[in-house]
């Protein structure tokens, strides 16, 4: 059927200026009290609830205790290295400084049951994001990309260039840390494992002649050489990189404003020179080249 012309439609209702019912004011309640409701929600997912860690006062962070120049606890009890400058420039930058910044060392089997739990807020310990473990936890940054590398004794320079010559030869292998399987399992060398607890143990048994090698990121390797050098063992970098490590702040998944402003701060901390600062400071005297351009962040939701 065709519709009448314009002049031949029936016109709107005219307002009677009747005020509304006691029906439609209450539904007309409801429904604002609804629109409210979806309103709050919708601002909640950006603003930071007082569980986030960009609302927080104090602030207690994850850090690594065995890997020197990166993240190690001294004699006093106190921490030190890059990790741990990196840890404290972010906490500074979310507005906690001082004693309200407390560290807690945590292990490589353990950083992302002690996010989930809440027993730290962020942690800041070489800790490579992977698919994994993402899945049970959120990651800011990267705020550095290293690259697993290998580190061996100098007197074996000449019979160990890249990680296939680890075949059949003793590779330390740290509960945890996803290094030895990417040698072993990820490219397929048969390096023979001898487990530590950790990767100053590593370090302990390769000078000692119980390894052959250590094979993990390259930042940690370059502290290790470091301090071996100080006890006056001399060791070397293979130089022949293999992956990409990206180094996340574990946070809690829920908590997308704090990763946010965790963003934020990392990239304020390139921009500013800080980043850069920091990588001289823990690695030139071992001369490992590294990058001082921003990460490719991983996203936080």
């Known amino acids: 059927m065709k519709r009448p012309p314009p002049h031949h439609r029936r016109p709107h209702p005219r307002p009677t200026g009747r005020r509304p019912t006691g029906r439609r004011r209450a539904a007309t309640a409801v429904l604002a009290a609804t629109l409210l409701a979806s309103t709050a929600t919708a601002c909640g997912i950006a603003d930071a609830d007082e569980n986030s860690v960009a609302a927080k006062d104090t602030l207690v962070i994850g850090v690594n205790g065995d890997q020197p120049g990166v993240g190690e606890r001294t004699g006093g009890g106190s921490f030190q290295g890059f990790d741990i400058d990196v840890a404290r420039e972010i906490a500074e930058r979310l ?109 302990t048994d390769l000078t000692a ?61 390139y921009q500013d020179g800080t980043t850069a600062e920091l990588l001289r400071k823990w690695f030139a005297p071992v001369g490992l080249n590294v990058t001082t351009t921003v990460p490719q962040f991983e996203g936080c939701v």
Do not use: W
């Not at 490579?128 to 550095?144: C, I, L, N, Q």
């Not at 993990?216 to 990409?244: E, Q, W, Y």
């Open 95 to 203: 507005g906690v400084t001082g004693a309200n910044v407390t560290f807690k060392q945590v292990g490589y089997a353990t950083r992302e049951k002690l996010v989930q739990d809440g027993d730290v807020d962020l942690v800041v310990a070489s800790y490579s994001v992977t698919p994994e473990r993402k899945v049970k936890v959120s990651f800011a940054g990267p705020y550095y990309v290293a690259h697993q590398d290998v580190l061996i004794r100098a007197s074996d320079t000449a019979e160990i260039r890249s990680i296939h010559d680890l075949k059949g030869r003793r590779l330390c292998k740290v509960p945890g840390s996803v290094s030895f399987p990417r040698v072993h399992d990820e490219q397929g060398v048969a390096a023979l494992p001898v487990q530590a607890d950790g990767y100053a143990r590593c370090l």
């Open 209 to 269: 002649g119980r390894l052959d090698a250590v094979s993990t990121d390259d930042l940690i390797l370059a502290g290790l050489a470091a301090k071996a050098s100080a006890g006056g063992h001399a060791l070397r970098i293979v130089n022949a990189p293999f992956t990409d490590e990206p180094y996340g702040v574990g946070i809690r998944k829920a908590d997308v404003a704090g990763c946010e402003a965790v963003n934020k701060a990392i990239t304020g901390m």
